[in-house]
Structures are given as structure tokens and as C-alpha cells.
């Protein structure tokens, strides 16, 4: 993103302004620094208003006061995001446009959002043509949201402690997650100026909330320690180039984020909203592998807590992983592309062969570690659990083209299987009889277990264990001039952020081979929900274990992270010369240094997690149709 001018100078005028409004009542102090949010918009629509588009000096002017209006909705950022996440989208949305589908597509059809407000219009004075109307409307909307902000009943619960803490824990989400890495501060000179004023102003909202709730207040230990994330970062560089990302979030942050899951537990702190829908109150780190529930990963077992019960379903859903009887001709097996020694991938080759042994499928094989941290599954988004995954590729007629009457004949032919799931049967009530339900659970309890492992990266984080400086410099790049934590958000580096319940999707320009003369034809996304901008829009997978995941992209088309790399440096695919309307990512050069990319591929090995593989079964499961006793574990191709 281009350069925009400095707000440092405004930072002090601000600060003043809210002290003379200081309440006593935790209420109050929300009321107040609402309503001077209110005043900054509108100060900036007069401004707008009085401009002529024309001038450069006018839209300088216009500038400083979105910047003043941007320091005084970090006041009150605390609040409004958790209390109207999607209207918040109209005062500070980073998209014009957005499909980003929260875990609520799992109970509605996604719908468009509209964005406005700030960012965007901070972005759009770039435009070669500007539009007054246009501009203000961006401005008119976002102070239009704010109404209901004033008027949300649900503001009634800042009367009690609950939503503070629960706010407070998307705070220090976003802290490491979001805030640092210019996410949503088009200028990047303004990310730590921001950051800093932020922490800043929150402490005024700590102290306030104390005052007023005594018995529920936040504890000293909390208190000394966010002192000193903020003198952390008064000594940092203002350039988010050279921030320390690391120990902010290592040493700072993440053991504030403890405190307060600690203190939310001690004060039995209720939720009333469905922002906190994955968030498991138990995590007591953000990079814990708890931290959210993206999937269920027992489907039909769900009610199944016994943990010996639970292994017996494990392995036989192992010897099922492994068993070709899920393919339409005894000959393939969820091994066939998932291979458990390639991280559950398919590394060898772009894409795994198709069904007829001939032709390739048209994607590259993901991983299934870690898929539970996805709302939505697949590439495009297609499936929202992991059952109806699996059952999509099991009947499939380019990848297993299993029939599912058929299937359940023959497994049910093998008494190791049938005596098993007949067991299993009287653990699902709902369930009148064996079905796909019970198969494809127990294969999504088998290869989950393998999520639940960490890297050296966690064990930094969580542990405080030594890793390589260059990991941490890579990871400092990552954050900040090399722009992935904008599309990869901490703890699982998806495209799911903070409060966790939505997945993204981007356009990259991804080609269809290394010459670069064409754009992929895979429309992506658009096939699951056609809209113009989701047009060769694809979700944004993990990079946890990325070193041993080649090939990439959703097509296969790089063999290395440096290819990669490169291809992001280069601004995708429009900044190498395609024709890509709907791009997301920034068609301008990263400028990234030979080794500073080094320095990124060394903490993307940081992020391969320690997960003890396990060998193949020695057989497989006798049937009583003798034709099926010459199938092959893992399947013959």
C-alpha cells in the first residue's frame, strides 16, 4: 500500500480532548467516547464537504482528519467491535465489498456486506478520479452505523462485567492478530502510532472499569503487566517494519490473553452474543490448539466423551483410512491422496490422479492436519463439516466413485467391521442403522488426532523455548513488510481471524503455469457462491507444516517456498502482467530482500509441528466376499 502522511502530531490533541471527558462510570466513559467519535465524523463530513477533490492540499487536509477520526475510534475500538461486528464493517471495513462467510453459513446462505467508513475512504482518496459524493457517502454511512451503537439494547450489559471481559478478549485477540499488521491502517507509517495510542486509551477504560466494579475487577498481576506491554512498545521503533512483533505477542500479549481467560473462568462471565460462538473459554493461551472450534471433528460420535471408546473408534476409522472397500473399485483409498507420511497430502505430485488412472483432478491434495480450523472446507468452501467432506470425496466419481449402498455392504461384510459398528450403533441414538454417517466420523476422528500437535514456533510461545533469531526476524517480516499476517492470522495463520467465526477467501492471480501467460481457469469460490467478487477466489489455507506441503497453490503450480515468495513479492498475478480485476492482493512490489525472504522460509519451518506418524496396518479386515481379500492396504494407485 502507498505511503500517507504521518499522524504522530495528532496523537497528543486527542489524548487531552478524552481526559477532560473522564467518567467515573464505566457507562459513561463508553457513552462519552462514543459520542466524540461521533463528532470527529462529523467534523470530517464538513471537512469533506468544504474540499475541492481537485487539490492536492485539500485532500491533505482531508487526510489529517481521517486520521483524527481514526485515533478517536481507537478509543472505543474496544467496544465496538465486539458489540456490532457487522455494522462495525460500515465504520472501519477493510473491503468494499466482502463474501467473507462467517461459521453462520453452516445455518444461513452467505449474504453480500457492504463496507464503508474509514480505511476505505483513506484508500479511496488514492483513486486517479475522485467522486465527492462517493466520499462522503462512505463517511454519511459509517456515522449513520453509530446509531446503533446508541440505540443496541445490547449496550444495557455494559452495566455488568461480563461484556468487558469478553471484550477485552477479542482486544488482545486482535492485538496479536490484527492491530500490528496493518490489516486494516492503509497508511503503514500509522500502524505502531495507532497501536500505542490504542493501548493507551484502554488503559483509561481498565481503570475506569475498576472504579466502577470493584468486586469483578481486573487484577493487579493483569494490570502490572499491560503497564509493561506498554512501555514495550513506547520503546519501539514507530516503524512496523522494525517492530518486534515477537515479544510483543510472546511476552506481552499472549499472558495477558491467560490472565483474562483465568479471570473470565474466576467471575463465571456469561456470554450473550454469538460472536463467542467458537471460542473456548478454557484456552488459556492463543496458541494453544483449543483455542476455537472450527469443526466437529466426532460427527455423529459427538455425544462420545469415553476416551477408550473413542480409541476403538480411532482405529477402526485407521483401518478405514487405509481401505480401498470406500472406492467404487476396491483399488483406491483416502491414502491413495492423503498420505499419512506427507502430512496427509500429496506431495509428489501438482494434483493425485483421478479416478480412471488417467487424467489429474483439477487441484492440488491439501493437508488434513489442522482442517478442523476451518469453518469452511475445501478450496472453494464447499462443505462446512468434516463428514460432508469426506462423504463428497468417497462418492465422488473423479476421486473414490463409491456408491454408498454398495459401501456399507462391504464393510458390513467384514465382521471385524460390522461387530464394531454395531457396537458403535448404540452410541448414536439418532441413528437407526449403520450408515455413511458412522463411516465418515469415525475416518474424521482418525486423522484429527493429528491436529493436536505443536511446532517449535508454539513451544517458543507457549513455553518459552529457545528458536533460531532468524525465525524470529521471518516472523517479524511475516507480520509486517512482507503483508502475509493480512491474509494469515495468528495462531493457525489461516484466513480465520479474530473472534475466529470467519473464513476468507482471496484473489491472487494464481496462474495457470510458471510462464505466466494465462490466469488458472479454476473459478473457485464463484462455483459455490457466484458473485463478481469471488471470481478465482480461493480460501486461505494454513501455512502450519507449509515446508512439507509442496507442491502450491490450489493448482500445484509452485514447487518451493522461495516460488512462492516470489510470486507475492511480485504482487501476484497482476503485478506479473494478468489481467486480474478482482485481485485482492496489492499488485505492488513487496520489495522484499533476498534475506528477508530467507528469513521468512526459516520461520515457516518453524511452523512444522512434531506429529508422531504412525505405521500403515499390517491388513486389512477379512470379508466374506473372497474378491475383496486382494485389496491392497492404502489402495493400488
Known amino acids: 500500500m502507498k505511503k500517507l502522511i504521518s499522524c504522530s502530531f495528532l496523537i497528543g490533541t486527542i489524548v487531552l480532548i478524552s481526559f477532560t471527558g473522564l467518567r467515573s462510570s464505566y457507562n459513561d466513559k463508553y457513552n462519552y467516547d462514543l459520542e466524540n ?12 464537504g468544504q474540499s475541492d477533490l481537485t487539490s492536492s492540499d485539500h485532500i491533505k487536509k482531508i487526510r489529517i482528519e481521517i486520521e483524527k477520526s481514526r485515533l478517536a475510534l ?40 457492504i463496507g464503508a467508513g474509514l480505511t476505505i475512504a483513506e484508500l479511496y482518496l488514492e483513486e486517479e478520479r475522485l467522486d465527492k459524493a462517493t466520499l462522503l457517502g462512505l463517511i454519511d454511512s459509517s456515522l449513520v452505523s453509530l446509531a446503533t451503537y446508541e440505540a443496541d439494547s445490547i449496550t444495557k450489559n ?14 488482545l485477540l486482535n492485538l496479536a492478530a490484527i492491530y500490528t499488521s496493518g490489516f486494516e491502517c492503509p497508511n503503514t507509517d500509522n500502524v505502531i502510532k495507532e497501536l500505542l495510542f490504542m493501548l493507551r486509551s484502554t488503559n483509561e477504560i481498565y481503570q475506569v472499569f475498576n472504579e466502577s466494579f470493584p468486586n469483578t475487577s481486573l487484577s493487579s498481576e493483569y494490570l502490572d503487566l ?158 462446512i ?12 466419481p473423479m476421486e473414490l466413485n463409491g456408491n454408498e449402498k454398495e459401501i456399507i455392504e462391504k464393510i458390513l461384510s467384514c465382521d471385524e467391521y460390522k461387530i464394531a459398528f454395531k457396537k458403535f450403533l448404540k452410541l448414536t ?74 473464513s476468507e477467501f482471496e484473489v491472487l492471480g494464481v496462474p495457470a503455469d510458471k510462464t505466466y501467460k494465462r490466469l488458472s481457469d479454476d473459478k473457485g469460490r464463484y462455483l459455490i457462491n457466484p458473485a463478481v467478487e469471488t471470481m478465482n477466489a480461493f480460501r486461505t489455507g494454513t501455512i502450519r507444516n507449509i515446508a512439507m506441503t509442496k507442491p502450491y497453490m490450489h493448482n500445484g503450480v509452485f514447487d518451493s517456498l522461495m516460488e512462492v515468495i516470489d510470486f507475492y513479492n511480485a504482487g501476484g498475478g497482476a503485478g506479473r502482467g494478468l489481467v486480474v480485476e478482482n485481485q485482492t492482493l496489492s499488485s505492488d512490489s513487496l520489495l522484499l530482500t533476498d534475506i528477508e525472504k530467507n528469513q521468512l522460509i526459516t520461520f515457516m519451518n518453524s511452523l512444522t509441528e ?17 474378491s475383496l481379500n486382494t485389496r491392497k492396504v492404502g489402495g493400488e494407485y
Not at 86 to 113: D, H, S
Not at 610 to 626: G, N
Request: charge should be positive; aromatic fraction near 14%; proline fraction near 6%.
Open 429 to 502: 441414538p439418532q441413528e437407526k442403522s449403520i450408515n455413511m454417517n458412522h463411516i465418515t466420523s469415525a475416518l474424521s476422528i482418525y486423522y484429527s488426532k493429528f491436529s493436536n500437535y505443536y511446532s517449535p514456533f508454539d513451544e517458543a510461545m507457549n513455553n518459552n523455548k529457545s528458536i533460531d533469531e532468524s525465525a524470529k526476524k521471518g516472523f517479524n517480516v511475516f507480520m509486517s513488510k512482507a503483508q502475509c499476517a493480512t491474509c494469515h492470522f495468528v495462531p493457525f495463520f489461516n484466513g480465520v481471524k479474530p473472534p475466529y467465526i470467519g
Open 385 to 396: 463439516t468434516l463428514t460432508g467432506q469426506g462423504l463428497d470425496v468417497i462418492t465422488n
Open 610 to 626: 512434531k506429529i508422531p506418524f504412525e505405521s500403515t496396518p499390517e491388513k486389512l479386515p477379512v470379508s466374506k466376499i473372497k
Open 226 to 383: 499491560y503497564a509493561k506491554t506498554v512501555l514495550f512498545v513506547e520503546k519501539q521503533s514507530t516503524s512496523y517494519d522494525l517492530f518486534d512483533h515477537y515479544t510483543f505477542i510472546k511476552d506481552y500479549v499472549n499472558p495477558l490473553y491467560g490472565l483474562n481467560q483465568k479471570m473470565i473462568k474466576d467471575y463465571h462471565i456469561v456470554s450473550r452474543s454469538m460472536i463467542d460462538f467458537s471460542l473456548n473459554k478454557n484456552a488459556t493461551s492463543i496458541f494453544s490448539k483449543s483455542l476455537y472450534n472450527g469443526q466437529n471433528t466426532k460427527g455423529v460420535f459427538i455425544r462420545v466423551n469415553d476416551l477408550k471408546v473413542l480409541t476403538e473408534i480411532e482405529a477402526i476409522g485407521k483401518k478405514l483410512f487405509y481401505d480401498p472397500l470406500l472406492s467404487g473399485n476396491n483399488q483406491r483409498s483416502c491414502a491413495s491422496c492423503h498420505s499419512p507420511t506427507q502430512f496427509f497430502a500429496d506431495t509428489l505430485n501438482t494434483a493425485s490422479l483421478q479416478f480412471d488412472h488417467i487424467n489429474l483432478l483439477p487441484r492440488n491434495t491439501p493437508s488434513l492436519v489442522n482442517a478442523e480450523y476451518n469453518h469452511l472446507l475445501m478450496q472453494d468452501g464447499k462443505h
Open 37 to 48: 467519535f461521533k463528532k470527529s465524523q462529523e467534523l470530517l463530513l464538513q471537512k469533506i
Open 74 to 113: 481507537k478509543k472505543i475500538d474496544f467496544w465496538l467491535r465486539y458489540l456490532e461486528p457487522t455494522v462495525y464493517k460500515k465504520i472501519n471495513g477493510p473491503l468494499p465489498v466482502e463474501w467473507e462467510t462467517e461459521v453462520f453459513e453452516k445455518f444461513e446462505k452467505p449474504y453480500k456486506r
Open 158 to 171: 455494559l452495566n455488568t462485567p461480563d461484556h468487558f471481559y469478553l471484550c477485552n478478549r477479542l482486544y
